[in-house]
């Protein structure tokens, strides 16, 4: 099974657009098997650099490789052991699940029928969409048509599977189903699974990098990012009109409504005092804490990290 294992290395890969956006400022990850969480706001490079391992478009800079196949020069390599479920993506409304997944097989290059039936009878049934096969995806609900898009990338039983925002339209139900699906998933395959939601990251995803206007903040694994910030998340629960002098004077990561009244998180290595409980980090801490760019700590570790 060892021998199965591969790693997408991403070194130096920059791009910028025409209009003189640089989307991806200098980039380096190794991406190992297992499921990988790429966490950043909008507008930070998630899709550039989505579309770009899935040899959609080219970097200006940089290499990528994926196990021994040079992404950026083999492409048509790639494509071969790659599924890629886009952030948006057109289905036949008319066309049903079923014969729908079984052309998407042909094309992928299973043309012998009886195993083609196999491959969609499996995918369907691991897709939870069997029961609904005959109906057509314009009926579909989101997380229907997201997991039916898993289906097709899942088609050929891709190395690398690229997965770009898929739970953002989903309702709660719909995303915790459409997680547990990605979380099936083989360990012998990378999985990219690129959100803005920080929970997406923590149910799912062995490691992470943190992504903001096109640079990568942090990387590495989810629990060790949280074990760094032990002592360091301090909490208080206020009224909002006393937020703009709590902003003054503390390093606030974030503020969130409790029952009409504000729960404020600050970064601090020190006792604030002044009626702050000190709180067990989460990821969420993690994501405000880098994107406020306070654990310089953290950041200096993995500019390191990337050197040596
Ligand atoms: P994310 O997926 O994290 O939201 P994107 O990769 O879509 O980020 O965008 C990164 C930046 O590049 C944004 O500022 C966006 O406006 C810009 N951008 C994305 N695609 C293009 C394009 N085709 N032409 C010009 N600018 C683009």
């Known amino acids: 099974m060892e021998n199965n294992q591969i790693t997408l290395s991403i070194r130096n890969v920059s791009k910028t657009y025409a209009n003189g956006v640089k989307a991806l400022n200098n980039i380096s990850l190794d ?3 297992g499921m990988y969480g790429l966490l950043g706001p909008n507008g930070a490079g998630k899709s550039t650099l989505m579309r770009t391992l899935a040899t959609l478009q080219d970097p200006d800079e940089g290499d990528i490789i994926l196990g021994e196949i040079n992404v950026v020069k083999q492409k048509e390599e790639v494509r071969q052991t790659l599924g890629y479920l886009p952030q948006e993506f057109g289905l036949y409304p008319k066309a049903k699940a079923e014969d729908l997944l079984d ?7 299973i043309t012998n029928w009886a195993s083609r039936k196999e491959v969609v009878e499996a995918l369907l049934k691991q897709t ?3 029961d ?15 997991r039916f898009g898993v289906a097709v990338a899942l088609l050929g039983n891709p190395k690398l599977l690229i997965v770009d925002e898929p739970t953002a339209g989903l309702d709660p139900a719909e995303r915790v189903r459409f997680l547990n699906l990605l979380s099936e998933l083989g360990e012998n395959s990378i999985v990219i699974l690129s959100t803005h939601i ?34 360091m998340i301090w909490r208080r ?28 998180h600050v970064y601090s290595e020190e ?28 950041v200096m570790l993995q500019e390191r990290e990337v050197q040596l």
């Open 31 to 33: 991406i190992p098997s």
């Open 103 to 109: 052309y998407f097989a042909v094309l992928k290059g």
């Open 128 to 130: 939870n969409l069997w």
């Open 132 to 146: 609904v096969r005959r109906q057509k995806l314009g009926g579909f609900s989101g997380g229907m048509k997201q």
């Open 198 to 231: 920080v929970e997406d990251v923590s149910e799912l995803c062995t490691r992470m990098a943190i992504i903001s206007k096109g640079q990568i903040l942090q990387q590495g694994e989810p629990l060790n990012a949280i074990e760094e910030l032990q002592g």
């Open 237 to 264: 629960i206020v009224e909002k009109s006393m937020l703009p002098a709590l902003e003054q004077e503390y390093k606030v990561i974030s503020t969130k409504l409790l029952s009409g009244r504000t729960v404020v």
């Open 271 to 298: 006792n604030p005092g002044n009626g702050f409980e000190l709180v067990p980090p989460d990821l969420e801490d993690v994501y405000f804490t880098t994107m406020a760019g306070y654990n310089q700590k953290q």
